[in-house]
């Protein structure tokens, strides 16, 4: 399984990007998705995560309300839509996944997810 991120890019404070994580390999019928970011000095971190069965989604407090994390069946494609983005959303952003439902405690623990795509630039700035 291959996971291949896209969408980064500049943007102005309050704008919106879509990043995309195209899966190659397998389908899975259970999943956890994740999307995690590493802005500069700082430790990686959980942005959104999304697991099937069930289509659970969860985000960071600090993306919630703004950052929505879903799927594209039919191409097996992740999504994270990104609306009023701010500076501090900054970072290279990575996708992640697992072929397993987590339980809820551990979509935020990346040392769980298996696959891992490279990253993609966000830069938020005037």
């Known amino acids: 399984v291959q996971l291949q991120a896209s969408g980064g890019g500049l943007v102005q404070p309050g704008g919106s990007l879509r990043l995309s994580c195209a899966a190659s390999?397998?389908?899975?019928?259970?999943?956890?998705v994740g999307w995690f970011r590493q802005g500069p000095g700082k430790e990686r971190e959980f942005v959104a995560a999304?697991?099937?069965?069930?289509?659970?989604?969860y985000y960071a407090d600090s993306v919630k309300g703004r950052f929505a994390i879903s799927r594209e069946n039919a191409k097996n494609i992740f999504y994270l839509q990104m609306n009023s983005l701010r500076p501090e959303d900054t970072a290279v952003y990575h996708c992640?996944?697992?072929?397993?439902?987590?339980?809820?405690?551990?979509?935020?623990?990346?040392?769980?997810?298996?696959?891992w795509g490279q990253g993609t630039q966000v830069t938020v700035s005037s």
């Open positions: 999304k697991r099937w069965p069930g289509g659970d989604t």
């Open positions: 390999g397998r389908t899975w019928s259970s999943y956890t």
């Open positions: 992640a996944g697992a072929p397993r439902r987590f339980i809820t405690s551990a979509v935020r623990d990346r040392s769980l997810y298996d696959y």
